[in-house]
């Protein structure tokens, strides 16, 4: 990997992480039309990157995460159910990694799911029913397990961290701001794990330490870039969400999806190269 490729995933990364259209697809897709090599370092690159998006969360949110201890007992609720299926089944979703077509599948029906979204779930609507309209504050426990749950389906890469918690949160009486938002804190202590994890596994194997100058300076750089992108990606996404709802993201990731399945469908090798 070279610092130029560096910055496009840490772009692509930086402007998909919070949006409901899977940043780890748009990263093993990015990643295989430059040919990239799909080693463990570039594993490790895709997952570790996410951590420049969780300081994003943080530099923009700060003063949100000095609430109660129980909003952090909500956000460990939601959380616990992907620690453990990321550990029961890490080396099988670690294999999906590098499926284009797995990917190009998902985008599709995740994205005629958005879709069709409004049809299932009715919009709270503040001035008609202010009782319904509830805040990223107000997620009970339960409604923090759903979400949890429903973080569990974004395992598999293309159907995207963000839209599934986004809508896990709908589904259970937020508002898409709401659901956006708590989405937004529930990425900082998931993400975290995940690259904490992986960079451990990684210096486990020893490769770390074999180009360790090199590959610290690509995910410095990867990071910082992800970040920058991030921070302007979330000012965006809120108020759109808000705004038009996820339908417009649907429509892209049906696109997307298709295009993908259609090219390599014709022969055309999307796969990273081993």
């Known amino acids: 990997m070279t610092v130029f490729e560096a910055i496009i995933l840490g772009i ?3 402007l998909t992480e919070f949006l409901p259209v899977s940043s780890t697809g748009h990263m093993i897709i990015a990643s295989s039309l430059m040919g990239i090599a799909e080693d463990d370092f570039t594993k490790t690159f895709t997952v570790s990157i996410q951590l420049g998006a969780i300081l994003s969360v943080v530099f923009l949110y700060w003063k949100r995460f000095f609430q109660t201890v129980g909003f952090y007992y909500k956000l ?14 890490g080396e099988y979703i670690d294999g999906m990694l590098g499926n284009v077509m797995v990917v190009a599948v998902a985008l599709l029906l995740g994205g005629v799911f958005l879709v069709f979204l409004d049809k299932f779930i009715q919009e709270p609507n503040a001035l008609e029913a202010p009782a319904s309209d509830k805040t990223s504050k107000d997620v009970s426990y339960k409604t923090a397990l759903g979400i949890g749950l429903f973080q569990v389906i974004a395992m598999i890469p293309g159907v995207s961290r963000s839209a599934a918690t986004i809508v896990g ?3 259970n009486g937020l508002t898409r701001k709401a659901a956006a938002e708590f989405s937004f804190f529930l ?13 451990l596994q990684f210096y486990q194997s020893g490769k ?12 410095i750089i990867g990071n910082l870039v992800a970040f920058v992108v991030a921070i302007l990606a979330i000012r965006s996404f809120i108020g759109m969400v808000t705004k038009y709802g996820l339908k417009a993201y649907g429509y892209y990731r049906i696109i997307v999806g298709l295009a993908i ?13 081993d």
């Open 12 to 14: 692509v990364e930086g």
């Open 76 to 89: 460990l609720v939601a959380f616990i159910p992907s620690a453990i299926f990321g550990v029961l089944f």
């Open 169 to 171: 949160g709908m589904f």
């Open 187 to 199: 990425a900082v202590p998931t993400m975290f794990a995940a690259t904490a994890y992986k960079l």
């Open 208 to 219: 770390l330490m074999q180009q360790g100058s090199d590959q610290l300076h690509l995910l």
């Open 261 to 273: 399945i259609v090219l390599m469908l014709s022969g055309v090798d999307l796969q990273i190269v």
